[in-house]
């Protein structure tokens, strides 16, 4: 916030978007306060739709967290003149493309950490969450929907070309966020009809080593009794697949689609989070 929204004039969105444009006008108003005022609102809606009183606390103790360090960390050293954070401002001054991109980066990855101690940074992320619990919105549409209008409203303040930049910046850290939650190891999935279920099988459990499980099924309109395979495989290992069933049952139907992420056997361990 203090090293690349601020300085670039980049709207965050939400609660924090809100109070750049108050602080704007009003400077003696600090960011900080505004945000933490603006959150208890919030705060006592995700407390009846995110978790009662574990949320409130993890909640409560991110928005203090956050609020306290937006107003103090520019009266410490390293912001002083010739401090890193300085050094930082006055390098990528006037440079909205780095600003953004490095908001974008530090604040999605800083998100996805408090998400995945299942808590939020208040403000839009408790809607984003509400929205994602809710309505099984994803987190990337669910920001892009909370802070549009903030949004619009800085284009008319700092200006719309500050204004687009803000809004790749959220996209882009809604990205980043979800993949600090969820893991960027994406993998493919494999479903195969086919008539010969035990050769494929055997091939997939020979020459790549996955496991596969065997389904029944039957096709509606023939009514004929056709075995389904299912097995989960890396990216680097589709071509191989493909190579398998075609050798084996060229007449095979195949479809292969991707997973954020699996866990178990072969892949990452399945803990709580």
């Known amino acids: 916030m203090r090293v690349f929204f601020v300085p670039a004039h980049l709207a965050s969105g939400g ?5 750049q444009l108050i602080n704007h006008f009003f400077p003696g108003l600090q960011i900080g306060m505004m945000v933490f005022l603006g959150n ?12 009662g009183r574990r949320f409130a606390v993890r909640t409560a103790l991110a928005v203090i967290a956050y609020s306290t360090f937006t107003d103090l960390l520019p009266n410490l050293p390293m912001f002083s003149a010739g401090g890193l954070a300085d050094h930082l401002i006055k390098d990528l001054h006037g440079d909205l493309f780095l600003n953004s991109l490095y908001a974008a980066i530090v604040s999605g990855f800083g998100y996805g950490l408090v998400y995945r101690a299942r808590s939020t940074s208040g403000g839009s992320d408790i809607l984003a969450r509400i929205l994602n619990n809710w309505r099984g919105i994803p987190m990337t549409q669910s920001y892009l929907l909370v802070d549009t209008a903030v949004i619009l409203g800085a284009g008319f303040v700092f200006g719309w070309k500050q204004a687009l930049y803000a809004m790749i910046t959220l996209y882009v850290s809604g990205i980043v966020a979800e993949t600090t939650l969820e893991g ?6 494999a479903m195969i009809v086919t008539k010969e279920a035990d050769a494929i099988s055997n091939r997939v459990l020979e020459d790549l080593q996955r496991g596969v499980t065997i389904l029944e099924g039957s096709g509606a309109y023939t009514g004929e009794a056709r075995p389904v395979l299912y097995c989960v495989i890396t990216r680097a290992e589709v071509a191989t697949l493909k190579a398998i069933v075609n050798e084996v ?3 095979a139907f195949m479809v292969i689609g991707a997973a954020h992420e699996v866990l178990g056997e072969g892949f990452k361990p399945l803990k709580a989070r």
């Open 184 to 189: 960027g190891g994406t993998v493919r999935t």
């Open 40 to 51: 208890v609102p919030l705060f006592i809606l995700g407390w009846r739709f995110l978790g």
């Open 15 to 19: 609660v924090t978007g809100i109070a």
């Open 249 to 251: 049952d060229p007449q």
